[in-house]
């Protein structure tokens, strides 16, 4: 049986709806941030030592970064399903999108995360000079990347409505978070389909299983 440790409001949401998708069967292990620093309790760093989520136990194998799991998963149990034939146009797509999701897009989303919590989070005195900096680093350096990769995303999904090809993949369930991410946090504006596909995969059922196994899951923090 796999177990999902599973962390409110973070990434191994993905893991919990693929699981979905496939009926798969699976346990969660919840954890909880702190609510003041909305990190991960100790209690994580006992299963794998970055303390972090996901991680997936099954059996002796203990598994970390969402890639990998989703790569793990798919190989061990999917069947083939989710994931675009070897030698058919869209496979190398598909693996673009599945390194995409963290390689490119989530950092820029992390530091935009970061930089407006610096004014709040700096000693009262220094709040106005943090916030000031803080938006100006983010103005010049994170804005500029996120514009691109909302331009890009668009793009991509302007033909089917999906990433690579004309069927949800693997590589839809690991883009979810940076779209979800960016949705409360760099708005798309003129740019219709990625609000499209955030709205099509959350009415779809296997979506709002994982939501409601997993526990409430608020994006925009």
């Given at each position: 049986?796999?177990t999902?440790?599973?962390?409110?409001?973070?990434r191994s949401?993905?893991?919990l709806?693929?699981?979905?998708?496939?009926?798969?069967?699976?346990?969660i292990?919840?954890y909880?941030r702190?609510p003041?620093?909305m990190?991960?309790?100790?209690?994580?760093?006992?299963?794998?030592?970055?303390?972090?989520s996901?991680v997936l136990?099954?059996?002796g194998l203990?598994?970390?970064?969402?890639?990998?799991?989703?790569e793990?998963?798919l190989?061990r149990?999917?069947?083939?399903?989710l994931v675009?034939a070897?030698d058919?146009p869209?496979?190398?797509?598909?693996?673009?999108w599945m390194h995409h999701?963290?390689g490119?897009a989530?950092?820029p989303?992390v530091?935009a995360?970061?930089?407006?919590?610096?004014?709040r989070?700096?000693p009262?005195?220094?709040?106005?000079?943090?916030?000031?900096?803080?938006?100006?680093m983010?103005?010049?350096?994170?804005?500029?990347?996120?514009?691109?990769?909302?331009?890009?995303?668009n793009?991509?999904?302007a033909?089917?409505?999906?990433?690579?090809?004309?069927?949800m993949?693997?590589?839809?369930i690991?883009?979810?978070?940076?779209?979800e991410?960016?949705?409360?946090?760099?708005?798309?504006?003129?740019?219709p389909?990625?609000a499209a596909?955030?709205?099509?995969?959350?009415?779809?059922p296997a979506?709002?299983?994982?939501?409601?196994?997993?526990?409430e899951?608020?994006y925009?923090?």
């Amino acid at each position: 049986m796999i177990t999902i440790h599973h962390l409110n409001n973070s990434r191994s949401q993905r893991v919990l709806w693929l699981l979905e998708e496939l009926e798969v069967p699976y346990e969660i292990r919840r954890y909880q941030r702190d609510p003041q620093t909305m990190l991960a309790p100790p209690e994580l760093r006992a299963v794998h030592p970055l303390g972090k989520s996901p991680v997936l136990t099954e059996g002796g194998l203990t598994l970390a970064e969402t890639g990998a799991i989703v790569e793990y998963v798919l190989e061990r149990h999917g069947n083939g399903r989710l994931v675009p034939a070897k030698d058919g146009p869209h496979h190398w797509t598909y693996r673009h999108w599945m390194h995409h999701a963290e390689g490119s897009a989530m950092p820029p989303l992390v530091m935009a995360l970061l930089f407006n919590a610096m004014g709040r989070r700096a000693p009262p005195e220094a709040q106005p000079v943090a916030e000031k900096l803080a938006q100006g680093m983010k103005g010049a350096m994170v804005e500029p990347n996120l514009e691109r990769l909302k331009d890009y995303w668009n793009a991509a999904l302007a033909g089917t409505g999906w990433f690579a090809g004309p069927e949800m993949t693997a590589a839809d369930i690991m883009m979810s978070f940076p779209l979800e991410a960016a949705s409360s946090r760099s708005p798309f504006g003129d740019r219709p389909h990625p609000a499209a596909f955030l709205a099509r995969i959350h009415e779809r059922p296997a979506y709002r299983r994982a939501v409601e196994k997993g526990g409430e899951y608020a994006y925009a923090r």
